[in-house]
């Protein structure tokens, strides 16, 4: 069986490739960037990878003829507010002729919860995804969710954040919409389990755990299973502008994202639109199991995907994919070598564990200050965290970092900043084996736009001393080095 999976790098897209390449299936994953791959994605000799952009069909390579099954889970609700609709819509036409060209048996797209008469411009996306779709001619068979519960995924991450950051939370009117949450196993389990099957061709089905909750009921829940006490209260006065900067502030969300969200909350999303129980028999995980089913990848550091780390549609930055090495013309730089005394495999642990809870080893109030303002401007500031506390793979959110190259036997890690600057900056800490005894070069890198980038430069300078430098040394040789 040959697949072909686009979206292949977001969240959904991750652990569907982890459970196929258990099987004997031929994979092709769609990715604008092989550079955003780690090693042990590169390696796998049954994915074929294939470097494209739906947005820029010209651009596309041409498939093999042979597809049997071709996954859609393509989204771009973290673009731009304004545009996502124009994206979502240019994306679908594109892949539909792309695809049309083999012989393709099945088309699978997993959308959002449509039943409603008024929908959010989210939500009315979707379905206009799933209409162009349904009219390429192709057997078409579209899965609805609602809410998608699982370990780094945006509706576990937002809930996490509002549960353990407040004790007493006012919230909007929308706590009291009914939502059907879905375990990630169990969207999972239908993906995989429609495929090639014909009698859930050109149908939609909407997916659902065993539990209609409201908004409330889940945050509730959520902080039972944590051993949480939270008390919510809801105010009628909270606009959708209040409840988005609401959102964006207390959680890792951002701005955009959140807006969207709010939109739809406002919407019952519950199953209407059943039958997918007798093509695909599953054991539906109730909400609070899947909410510990989570924490325990958490414990065990098996976060397989996460939302931070998605980047489809047109959400990724056409400038962060160029630069897996440092910019040399027309830069500002600040260069720290120190002397590895101890293990390199130790500085490597050290400088693999920054940022999320591990913080920044020096001066974090410093680095809090600096995510704050960023957030006020509308940057994602410091709220992202990571996905893993040891590991990092290209494509990963750090903090307001993004992870371009990360490699632990090469002892290098390039990080490109997704703050809001007057240019461009990178950080990269590399580890220098040719000396005879092993050396951190730490060098931040800083593209300015015009005057106001390079007076930006200058007036972080004396932060860049005395944060730069220590931070190069506890990462070298540790707290007392």
Known sequence: MNILITGATGYIGRRLLNVLLQRDIQLYGLIRDKKRLGE??????TIKWIEGDLLKPDQLPELPSKIDVAFYLVHSMGASFKEFETLEEKAAKNFCLWVDKTKVNQIIYLSGIVNDDSLSRH?????????????SGINTTILRAAI????GGASFEITRDLVEKLPVMIAPRWIDTLCQPIAIRNVIDYLTGVMLQEDSYNRIFDIGGPDVLTYKDMMLQFAEVRGLRRWIIKVPVLTPNLSSLW???VTSTSFNLARSLVESMNIEVTVKNKGIEEIVPVDLIPYKDSIRLAFDKIKQNEVISSWKDAISGGDISPKMSKYVELPKFGCLHDSRKVSIHGKVEEAIDRIW?????SGWYYGNWLWQIRGFMDQMVGGIGLRRGRRSPSDL?????LDFWRVLFADKNEGRLLLYAEMKLPGEAWLEFKI???????????TATFRPNGLLGRLYWYLILPFHELIFRKLAQ????GPKG
């Open 353 to 357: 564990s920054i940022g999320g809870e």
């Open 247 to 249: 959102l964006f502030f």
């Open 432 to 442: 220098d084996h040719s000396q005879q005894q092993a050396v951190l070069i730490q």
């Open 148 to 151: 998608i519960i699982g370990s």
């Open 123 to 135: 939500l009315q996306s979707r379905k206009n995804v799933e209409e162009i779709l349904r009219s």
């Open 40 to 45: 042990e994605w590169l390696n796998q000799t």
């Open 474 to 477: 506890v990462l070298a040789n």
């Open 393 to 397: 793979k290209p494509g990963d959110a």
